[in-house]
């Protein structure tokens, strides 16, 4: 089992919808105009945030964010044949953990 994060196009940039959390904590950051730019900042949130699991950059169509409806965050569990075994509910406020975990099992075969 693999766990990603995938960082997609930026949720609150300075040109768009800011917040006032972002604006207090220094989060500053235009929407990412080049690929290059997009990967420079997931590098730094990736930094700052402690992040530990491998972070894949999406490109700059934003497919995968369209696709999966990223915002403001999901888990998802990828089946070993490439299918969507689980699509939780939009994070943090609506994470199931529980019910997280319990896909997991199911998706490796683990049995209470």
Wanted: aromatic fraction near 10%.
């Amino acid at each position: 089992m693999e766990f990603f994060v995938v960082y997609v196009q930026e949720a609150h940039p300075i040109d768009g919808w800011q917040t006032d959390s972002n604006v207090k904590a220094g989060i500053l950051y235009r929407q990412h105009q080049s690929f290059d730019e997009r990967d420079e900042v997931a590098a730094t949130c990736t930094l700052d945030l402690h992040i530990e699991v491998p972070v894949l950059v999406e490109e700059m169509d934003n497919n995968v964010d369209e696709a999966y409806g990223a915002a403001p965050e999901r888990l998802y569990l990828i089946d070993a044949d490439g299918k969507v075994a689980y699509h939780g509910g939009a994070g943090p406020h609506f994470f199931d953990l529980d019910e997280w975990e319990e896909a997991l099992k199911a998706c490796v075969g683990v049995t209470a």
